[in-house]
Nanobody
Framework: QVQLVESGGGLVQAGGSLRLSCAASGRTLSNYHTGWFRQAPGKEREFVAAIIGSGSSTYYADSVKGRFTISRDNGKNILYLQMNSLKPEDTAVYYC???????????????????WGQGTQVTVSS
């Protein structure tokens, strides 16, 4: 099974940028559909972005479309989330997650993902 470790969170001013990384070990990420989710205090975990196992397609929540980019480095086995034009409402703990590619299609529902990182805090000040 795969193990996931996020990094790259921090405090940034509105309009700024951050890049989150999710380092995978145990198995290669191409075996999984992978995604980024976030959870703000008092709110349910929500979908941010996903990339399918083959890497040929990406998907985004409407709230981040045009500002965030998900990508994967197959050689390094790392998943990234480039976040630009950050807004205070982007403040949350960000998690990377994986679900086996061979078990079905990708999903926007966090309930469908089996493997999770520990999360990294992103705080955007106004």
């Amino acid at each position: 099974q795969v193990q996931l470790v996020e990094s790259g969170g921090g405090l940034v001013q509105a309009g700024g940028s951050l890049r989150l990384s999710c380092a995978a070990s145990g198995r290669t990420l191409s075996n999984y559909h992978t995604g980024w989710f976030r959870q703000a205090p008092g709110k349910e975990r929500e979908f941010v972005a996903a990339i399918i196992g083959s890497g040929s397609s990406t998907y985004y929540a409407d709230s981040v479309k045009g500002r965030f980019t998900i990508s994967r480095d197959n050689g390094k086995n790392i998943l990234y989330l480039q976040m630009n034009s950050l807004k205070p409402e982007d403040t949350a703990v960000y998690y990377c997650a994986a679900k086996l590619r061979w078990g079905g299609s990708w999903s926007e529902s966090w309930h469908d993902y089996n493997y999770w990182g520990q999360g990294t805090q992103v705080t955007v000040s106004s």
